[in-house]
């Protein structure tokens, strides 16, 4: 494609060069910049892409888009936008050919519920026969194919990209989680979401790199809405309204509230029969019953959203109730057979209220004794560290601190924060900075009776310390826990080791 042709939907000056030359890609990375490549050089919170124009040069590329007034080469292209991020997304979808107008798109935000409403859609698009892909905080999935993220909503280029690839293996269906981040930096300014919806908002993303006050932060969410067709909201939320203000999609609604047209009637939790989940009542446009194969009554809320879009989607009761009583979501609430004696339980909550809502879930069960294991993130709210010390004093019979992510803080001061939460409480906890020992040690030190509580990663299958990805897997730690051990403390433990899967 001739650059004058790929810039057509943009506004932009030409410092110098040819508008004429051939581009086959766009790289926002220097190390992928090369001959007849558009390096762009965006503009990050950690990270400026103009100090990268020359290693972009070096490796052959010769047309580079930016924001600021550069010196390069007379040989090299220099084209000037407003916005390079912004003006990415225009440029990757007329790169990619507009895919997104060949598929179906749905596209959901809110603190909580993004990963298991978007899973649970997927699944009940994928069983009704409608090919459907996810792109979201887990990664990339379509058909048999996956892709790693780093963030739950990638630039724009790379969901283009992904968009572009699905429609080639005829995937017309696409179900995203957008992130408040993503809606900040204007990413998809220029695509209008068949559907959007809203599942819930709480103090979380506040602070560090995030944003700077939860207005910014309601408001970032509430974007999404204004670039819709179709609006999907939890009027149980009480800032569904503030979702609403300004847009003009066409409206449903779903929670216990009367108005709601997809009404939630009753909740409860279900272990029986080798069914672990629950059982769901509903009313309004869908009077049924539904079994959801996760606990938990918050679940309740993430299926009623997949519930909602997919009737609406025009999929059939019978399809959706299959899907949704079998369906899994890795690292949301996942069981993890390890004992005959003590339960382990993987869940990614990381914040608050999230926590909150599992352990009450967990207690329900009438355990001898929770003990949860988490640490805390770095570089984000320390408002998150007080809540969660707070709330895991208050609902586990014992906490064991540890690592989370604490990407470039120092794991120490995490702990110190989490503590002036915990100390509100007269919660039981110990120290244990090296999170696959503190693992260990829950294991090693388990009581007949005992559920086990692995919080905050979840899905993840690494710890970033320093900038820095390692792996880290808790599935696969736990094994190599189990396979560290003698057989003499498998068997105390009860571990049932043939049931231990990475």
Request: glycine residues 8%; negative net charge.
């Amino acid at each position: 494609m001739k650059l004058r042709e790929l810039l057509k939907d943009v506004d932009y000056e030409l410092v110098q060069g040819n508008l004429e030359v051939e581009i086959s890609d766009i790289a926002y990375d220097s190390r992928k910049a090369q001959d007849g490549v558009m390096f762009m050089a965006l503009v990050g919170f950690r990270v400026d892409g103009h100090d990268y124009i020359d290693a972009a040069i070096e490796n052959g590329c010769r047309v580079i888009a930016v924001e600021h007034d550069v010196t390069v080469g007379e040989d090299i292209t220099v084209i000037k936008l407003k916005d390079t991020r912004v003006d990415l997304s225009i440029l990757s979808r007329t790169l990619f050919g507009y895919p997104d107008k060949g598929m179906t798109t749905i596209a959901i935000t809110g603190t909580k519920g993004k990963t298991t409403s978007s899973t649970m859609i997927q699944h009940i698009l994928n069983i009704s026969g409608r090919e459907c892909g996810l792109i979201g905080t887990m990664g990339v999935f379509y058909l048999d194919k996956f892709y790693h993220t780093m963030n739950t909503s990638p630039e724009s280029y790379d969901v283009f990209k992904y968009m572009r690839e699905m429609l080639d293996h005829g995937v017309h269906y696409l179900v995203m989680e957008v992130s408040s981040q993503s809606l900040k930096l204007k990413r998809w300014v220029n695509v209008i979401f068949d559907y959007a919806i809203f599942t819930n908002l709480s103090l979380d993303h506040v602070g560090g790199d995030e944003h700077e006050s939860f207005n910014d932060y309601k408001y970032c969410k509430s974007l999404l809405f204004k670039q819709c067709k179709i609006g999907i909201f939890n009027l149980d939320s009480e800032y569904a309204s503030d979702m609403m203000d300004g847009t003009i999609c066409d409206k449903y609604y779903y929670g216990k509230d009367s108005r709601a047209n997809y009404r939630l009637v009753e909740c409860a939790n279900v272990i029986k029969n080798g069914f672990t989940g629950i059982e769901m009542k509903t009313d309004g446009k869908i009077q049924d019953t539904f079994m959801v194969s996760i606990l938990g009554t918050f679940t309740a809320y993430n299926a009623l959203a997949a519930i909602s879009v997919c009737d609406l989607l025009g999929v059939s009761i019978s399809d959706m109730k299959r899907a949704l009583e079998v369906v899994k979501v890795k690292g949301r609430m996942e069981s993890v057979p390890v004992s005959s004696k003590f339960s382990v339980v993987i869940d990614y909550a990381y914040q608050g209220i999230a926590m909150e809502n599992v352990l009450k879930t967990v207690r329900e069960s009438n355990p001898d004794r929770i003990v949860t294991v988490f640490g805390c993130g770095g570089n984000r709210s320390r408002q998150r560290r007080f809540d969660c010390g707070e709330i895991s004093g208050k609902y586990s019979d014992f906490s064991i601190l540890t690592a989370d992510n604490p990407r470039y803080e120092d794991n120490g001061k995490i702990i110190e924060d989490i503590l002036v939460g915990m100390k509100k409480t007269d919660g039981k906890y110990i120290i244990i900075d090296n999170r696959k020992e503190a693992i260990r040690y829950s294991i090693e030190n388990a009581k007949d009776g005992d559920v086990i509580l692995i919080l905050g990663k979840g899905h993840e299958d690494y710890q970033e310390i320093n900038g820095v990805r390692y792996p880290f897997d808790e599935r696969v730690i736990i094994k190599e826990i189990i396979d560290e051990m003698s057989e003499e403390e498998k068997e105390e433990l009860g571990i049932v080791v043939e049931k231990i899967k990475y």
